[in-house]
Structure formats: structure tokens, C-alpha cells
């Protein structure tokens, strides 16, 4: 399936804050996840509680260490809505 890719500002806002290299990570990430979101080099997996408090799917993406970003599937379009360490499971 193809997709449409959006941010959300919150996720816009965390990616600006990250350290340079932390960025070039999120950008290679990103450059995969286009082609596939579900790639296993990305590790995706569902965010139960998240999930359960939003009412939709939340996914997780591993792009380096301790760095995630979290999205949902809307139809065709995926939106990304978080980036940063374990703690934004607990947004």
C-alpha cells in the first residue's frame, strides 16, 4: 500500500529539539519507513497502552539506542506524532 505521511506539530516540535546526530538517525530511519513502515530493521510494534488511551493503533519505530517515534494509521495516511526517548509512552 502506498501512503501519504503527515506530522503532527508535537512531532515537528521533537524533532527540532533532538541533537544533530540524533537527527541524521531520525532522517535514515525516515528514508526507510517511507518504503515500508513495518520494515523489521525498524523494529515497529504496537504501543498497547497507548493505544487503548487514543482509541487507534499506536506504533513504535527503534531508530537508534533509546530513540522512538510513535505514529497511527489513519486510511491512507500515516502521521507521526512523537519522537524522542521511552518516556513519550507515557504522553
Known amino acids: 500500500m502506498t501512503y501519504r505521511f503527515r506530522a503532527a ?3 515537528r516540535k521533537a524533532l527540532a529539539k533532538l541533537p544533530l546526530g540524533q537527527k541524521r538517525s ?3 530511519a525516515f528514508q526507510i519507513f517511507k518504503k515500508d513502515p513495518f520494515d523489521p530493521r ?3 510494534h504496537k504501543i ?3 493505544s487503548a488511551a487514543y482509541g487507534k493503533t499506536i506504533y513504535a519505530v527503534c ?3 533509546d ?3 510513535i505514529f497511527y494509521i489513519d486510511g491512507g ?3 507521526s506524532v ?3 526517548s521511552h518516556a513519550i509512552y507515557r504522553s
Open 9 to 11: 506539530r508535537s512531532f
Open 26 to 28: 531520525a532522517i535514515h
Open 42 to 44: 525498524l523494529r515497529t
Open 48 to 50: 498497547h497502552k497507548l
Open 63 to 65: 531508530i537508534e539506542g
Open 67 to 69: 530513540l522512538r517515534a
Open 77 to 79: 495516511t500515516i502521521w
Open 82 to 84: 512523537d519522537i524522542g
